[in-house]
């Protein structure tokens, strides 16, 4: 199968320019003007964007968290991430504890393949690693899951301790792997959340007003310790304001191997969500909670000046209806997290519209620097000859408003948006992975056939 997308604006994290793509089976073929080639189907991109595919390296999918399960699955999931121009998603696989890596790598799996629309990748969740567990980190890189996510924060669940962050973090950089890090104090947060709840204060709200920007810097600032020390390249995941943002600053000021993702929702949503009445504020509850409205400028400033490297969405939907609803009279059993991998795209174009950073920077916070952080870059986040052809043409004059009454911009199995009502511009129009159109101008034409994508080593690229 081959296929023309013609005349289009490609645009990449470095180019700019009007061409012709031709796809041969899943590779990009040949880029230039006019080109003379047959082609089995022809697609007019004129007047539109033809970009890498989205690559959202947060999401959790089919995920046992807070007494229930996060309500999309490989299936549901990669198909709504492909009508938001998303091709390609790292999940998160889960260590359960005192058990294998191996074991939940094969449980992730289990839950992916032939459900996917979109190619996948996991990192993996390590709940504890003694001395002896250790060697399977060399086994999960070899099978291509490079990148391990670690938590500070939630005790009694997915927190480890210091001893076993550093065991964790000498071993991954010593296999040239890479550390993804939930940052926040989970320890002194429990205390004060304890407090909160002595004294009655169990609406959502206090799900924010118990976790303080400052524990979350001060995650962040150990966690650039502790790489620092073990010598490993560290990746801060969902930050969300300006105080953690400075540690990253500092850290990356110093020499030390750094970065950090943000998340749609603390650039457009803040505290104030967590205040609608009728436990509504619920919707919001995830971790790190939703911050004051300011420092949604400080983050979008990070954006442009490169302190954040890239934008996730920590996809991990639960419905209000059954699920959310498990916190009604207290906030701590309200399950943690939020939709919006079908958001991504769109919401990122706005920043280029309201004059945050370019089109070139767009394209590399929303696909390019996902796909070099974590190994799968030039394979995925380019458009370049030789490239996956993951493509998104993306109509820039599209206004459409997210809604969960709106079907066009709601796939996901969830039963309210986190971006209800907001009024965008900019949509992807179809969206091609490997060379297979799964969506055309916004109707789904494909289902299935998203890959296992093994990823390479920290700082090598895959071909
Ligand atoms: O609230 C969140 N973020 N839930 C997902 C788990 C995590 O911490 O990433
Ligand atoms: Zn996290
Ligand atoms: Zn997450």
Redesign the pocket.
Known sequence: MSILIQGGRVVTAADDYVADVFIDGEKVHTIGKDLRVQADEVIDATGKLVIPGGIDPHT?LDMP?GGTTSADDFESGTIAAAFGGTTCLVDFAIQSKGESTLKGLDVWHAKAEGKATVDYGFHMIVTDMPDERLPEMQKLADAGVTSYKL?M?YPGVLYVDDGTLYRTFRQAGENKTRICM?AENGIVIDEIIKAAVKDGKLEPKYHSLTRPTRMEAEGVHRAIAIAEVADVPLHI??LSCADALEQVKLGRMRGVDVQAETCPQYLFLDYSYYEKPNFEGAKWV??PALREKWNQDVLWQGLRMGHLSLVAT?H?PFCFKGQKELGRENFTKIP??APGVENRLTLLYQGVLRGHYDLNRFVEISSTAAARTFGMFPKKGTVAVGSDADIVVFDPGKRVTISVNEPATHHMKVDYSAYEGFEVQGYPETVLSRGRVIVEKGKQRTRGGGRFVKRALAGELLR
Request: charged content about 10%.
């Open positions: 959790h968290f938590f924060a939930h995941v969902h995830m971790t920590d991990c943690n997290g």
